[in-house]
């Protein structure tokens, strides 16, 4: 199947816009991705919901897109873009999705690498896994590439890391200096909120190199190995964006999550 990319801005600087349509094909992105049925958070509870799939293998991450269908026509549709390497992220994509949908809003939960246009939202959601001190670079170019068009709609960012194991101030400040190189690199796009959350640590996702980096990194820093997502925060997080993203008036950029 092929699928038209639209309103990335390729080519270009920072606020230099234009209309380019690029084609690619989704098998790409299903052999790149590992895209499967279902969700982080199990069979998705949602009436309505449905789920994109592609091939599933037995003990591999879990990148989900779904949909929930609400009748209201007049209601926003939101989409969720998310990045993520071992599927912990699309969990919360997928858990702020929900939340969303249960205020009666048109949730869509997309990756990054998938989505292809974001003008037929009202408002979107970007999140992302951290990777040594930043956002995916994935999502940043999602960022980067829909620029323009991000910056007529109301956006929210998120991300999900490990510093914020331990909830406290240091933690939460150095968790909301990994969204400064996208800030930096995109400055036309100003999130009315930042949601900061806690990730997973899973030894058994990471190749031999990376599980010995880790093991050091995160035994020195007291992080034991688990999940550490608050459904309870991601979801009261998502439940107070729905009149941010709902209102073009509302002016807050802010770091609630
Ligand atoms: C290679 C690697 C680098 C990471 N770097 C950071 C980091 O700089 N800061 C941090 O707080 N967490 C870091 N983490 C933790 C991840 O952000 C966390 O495990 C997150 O839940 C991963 O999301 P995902 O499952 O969606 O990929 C790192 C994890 C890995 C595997």
Known sequence: M?????????TGG????????EEITRRMFMKKGAVMVGGVLGAPALVGLGTRSGVARAGAPVFPESWCRVPDAAKPRVLIAYGSMHGSTAGVAEAVSRALCDEGMK????????????????AVIVGSAVRSGQWLPDAVDFVQSFRDVLAERPVAYFLTCLSLYQDTPETRRRAAGYMTPVLEAVPKVV?????LFAGVLDYTRYNVVMRMVMKRKMEKLGVPEGDHRDWNRIQAWAERLV?????ERVPLPAVSG
Do not use: C, F, W
């Open 2 to 10: 092929r699928v038209v990319k639209e309103d990335r801005n390729i």
């Open 14 to 21: 920072e606020g230099q816009g234009g209309h380019i349509m």
């Open 107 to 122: 949730a869509e939960v997309q990756r990054v690498e998938t989505v292809n246009r974001v003008s037929d939202y009202d």
């Open 191 to 195: 999130p009315r909120d930042l949601g």
């Open 243 to 247: 009149p941010v993203i709902s209102d």
